[in-house]
């Protein structure tokens, strides 16, 4: 009876907090294909805000913007995402671990004002000296990578952590050079920490207004920014439409990349119990 | 054990990572602290150079903090604009934190309970708004809550109330958009936590005649407490310096410390006093921090 109620309960809290979770996304693709402005009330099925979309330039330009900035930021995060956890794991000692740790951490907690003030007076600063950079995508994709960097080092380390080592010492015992080790071994093997890392860095990098808004220049808004800016003037459905188009698209890249690491996680346990069993 | 094999690349790949985080990490703290301890500047320079360049006399001026915590007439009674909006952002943070505990508690209990093959897909569903973007998922709470919004003309409909509760920009949307938001990062340490407890414990206990009510208290919460703290943590952190929810879901009298902090660096324009308030935030945050990782780190991992 007991038992009976608490999974009922249980259920029902789920279903809800579910329902929470999905409201908002459910509400801007229901109101994307809305043939009016009208927020409450759904007034007719249309494409219009698919079409205002496409021909919105400051939306279209932001999107490319956007897209440059945030696989540019994928990939340096995750390289330096990839040497600080290779340093955290690997290097038991050096000089000024323990300050090497808590830099590679602190963005995780650091409020996104500060990193985007501070990183503007840098730029501000380096401008003064050097003339150079101007603030822009440039300053955008260092911001950006700052943060990107740290969540990807918490993936890749994780992944590093658990790795047999025995596989590497067999590899240089039998004569391989690190380098060599580390690109036919190491890096095959931390490979899908690797594409998280990325992947992770491009989502914070295509989602983040904060920074941006410090470090961006004028005449340079990514998606994120144009978004914002329409945002706090009041409801536009053609915010929904592209809400609706960024939902679909990163269902379908998170469930594939699902089925994909369980996937390639049974195919390497199969292949493992054969190679045991021969 | 041959843990430590010699690489010839060991300077490299220290370096790379190393510099890179000095020079756009730790510098920018440094140039952010040096400018909080300096005078505003003229027309040109936002602000003045810490030595007098005809004088060389170097001097810190502790001014941009002084006046944070001083009211108009000079008095310090501590009830300023600044000291107001600190308050507020950790009220609320703190408001958000218990929100996410109270929904994220029994919804991570109940996912670790269910069984083994759905978990991973549950999960999934957890995280999948969490990978969309966070602004339109923030945005969208604007039509729902707003005066003709969703939620309005729904309860009207169904005669629950005559005329439209005004929710948008006050502080229940404000929560309601904060707790949205940072639910899963509640949930997923939780989750991680419930997942590893023996639940024959519970077994155990209910056989000994305990009520289930009195052995979640006595087993399960104790139990989770590592995953509690984190998860509060994860949310209170963040939601100290949220900037973006504020502004789309707060009012004026809302206003955060990340905001304030936006203000007085682009429309005041005043530097100095920017950076001090990021460098006491920085306090705020650090404090909370240091103190979870006195109490949560285990001695025998203490190196």
Known sequence: MKQLLERHFGKAWLVLVYAFLYLPLVFMIVFSFNSTRQDARFTGFSLRWYEALTRDTKIVEGFWLSLKVAAITGVLSAVLATFAAFVLVRYRRFLGRTIFSGMVNAPLVMPEVIIGLSLLLLAVGAQNLFGWPQRGMLTIILGHTLLGMAYGMVVVQSRLMEMDRAIEEAAMDLGAKPHQVFFLITLPNIFQALLAAFLLAFTLSFDDVVISEFLSGPGVNTLPQVIFGYARRGINPTIYAAATLLIVTVTVVIVSYAVWVARSTRKREREIAAALKS | ?303
């Open chain 2, 1 to 303: 054990m041959a843990l430590n094999i010699p690489m010839p690349g060991k300077r490299f790949v220290i370096g790379v990572p190393y510099g890179w985080l000095i020079l756009f990490f730790f510098l920018p703290f440094l140039i952010l602290l040096y400018i909080s301890f300096v005078d505003m500047g003229g027309d040109i320079s936002p602000f003045k150079p810490i030595w007098d360049p005809v004088s060389g006399i170097l001097s810190l001026k502790y001014e941009n903090y002084l006046a944070i915590f001083r009211t108009e007439e000079g008095a310090p009674l501590f009830r300023t604009l600044y000291i107001d909006a600190y308050l507020r952002s950790i009220w609320y943070a703190l408001c958000t934190a218990v929100l996410c505990l109270i929904i994220g508690y029994p919804f991570a209990y109940f996912i670790a309970r269910s069984p083994a093959s759905v978990r991973p897909a549950l999960l999934l569903m957890v995280m999948l708004p969490f990978w969309t973007s966070f602004l339109l998922r923030v945005y969208a709470w604007k039509g729902i809550l707003a005066d003709q919004g969703v939620l309005n003309r729904l309860l009207m409909s169904i005669g629950l109330i005559s005329e439209p509760i005004p929710m948008l920009y006050t502080n229940v949307s404000m929560l309601i958009g904060m707790t949205y938001v940072y639910l899963p990062f509640m949930i997923l340490p939780l989750y991680a936590n419930l997942v590893k407890m023996d639940f024959r414990l519970l077994e155990a206990a209910y056989d000994l005649g305990t009520t289930p009510f009195k052995a979640f208290w006595l087993i399960t919460v104790p139990l989770s407490k590592a995953g509690i703290v984190a998860g509060f943590m994860l949310v209170f952190i963040p939601c100290v310096g949220e900037f973006v929810i504020p502004s789309l879901l707060g009012g004026p009298e809302n206003l955060m410390i990340g905001r304030v902090v936006w203000d007085e660096m682009f429309t005041a324009n005043d530097w100095p006093r920017a950076t001090a308030l990021a460098v006491i935030m920085i306090a705020l945050i650090v404090i909370p921090l240091a103190l979870y990782y006195h109490y949560s780190s285990d001695p025998a991992e203490k190196r």
